[in-house]
């Protein structure tokens, strides 16, 4: 089945105690990305991939990094994580192709900074 | 950062009603798409409309894309209790090192009474 996976689906931490989300992906996709989602504001991204070992930031990536060292996976890293950061997290992967692309998204990770 | 603004942001109706969703910009986009998600998941596609003034029709919900591409949205006529839930528009940024990148709006979440 064709599917976005991430883990942990939740998550409860403090504030300072790093902690990674993976993201993997069985359909090949060139494309991934990272958001997060916060009432009223819908969804912004965080860090995008083209491809392996191509990233780029997205709208709001102070405290977050990632990589892409396979095709299939993208981790997103909170090196030291802030209260700030509560919120839920989407992995979505894509085709790179013209005339925009789908994205496939990820069940989501609900995460509380403490 | 380009900005897409959604409204309403919230819409409780009757079961039978009809309901429009506007998603507007300043900017102009490549596409624009619009995802509905159900709580505890992911979004999901619903569709992509590419040129402008294109109409686009899925059972009960017609989608349009502006003339200019810098606007869209959705119609749904007679709304049923399942077509609850929340529902997104993206705009794809066109060409350059941002290509395939998704701006969100805020959502609008849906509640159809029976």
């Known amino acids: 089945e064709a599917q976005v996976t991430q883990n942990p689906r939740y998550l409860i931490t403090v504030t300072g105690k790093k902690l990674t989300v993976t993201c993997s992906q069985n359909?090949?996709?060139?494309?991934m990305s990272w958001y997060r989602q916060d009432p009223g504001l819908g969804l912004r991204q965080i860090y995008y991939?083209?491809?392996?070992?191509?990233?780029d930031k997205g709208d709001v990536p102070e405290g977050y990094k990632v990589s892409r060292k396979e095709k299939r996976n993208f981790p997103l890293i909170l090196e030291s994580p802030s209260p700030n950061q509560t919120s839920l997290y989407f992995c979505?992967?894509?085709?790179?192709?013209?005339?925009?692309?789908?994205?496939?998204f990820g069940p989501g990770t609900r995460l509380t900074v403490l | 950062t380009q900005l897409l603004e959604q409204s309403p942001q919230f819409l409780s109706i009757q079961e039978g009603e009809n309901l429009t969703v506007y998603c507007n910009s300043s900017s102009v986009f490549s596409s624009l798409q619009w995802y509905r998600q159900e709580p505890g998941e992911g979004p999901v596609l619903l569709v992509t409309v590419v040129t402008g003034g294109e109409v686009k029709k899925l059972k009960r919900l017609t989608f349009q894309f502006g003339d200019a591409r810098k606007d869209s949205s959705l119609h749904i006529t007679a709304a049923q209790p399942g077509d609850t839930g929340l529902y997104l528009c993206a705009g794809a940024i066109p060409g350059g090192t941002s290509y395939g990148k998704l701006t969100f709006g805020q959502g609008t979440i849906l509640t159809v009474h029976p």
């Open positions: 359909m090949n996709h060139e494309y």
């Open positions: 991939s083209m491809n392996v070992e191509v990233t």
């Open positions: 979505a992967s894509s085709w790179t192709s013209g005339g925009g692309n789908e994205q496939f």
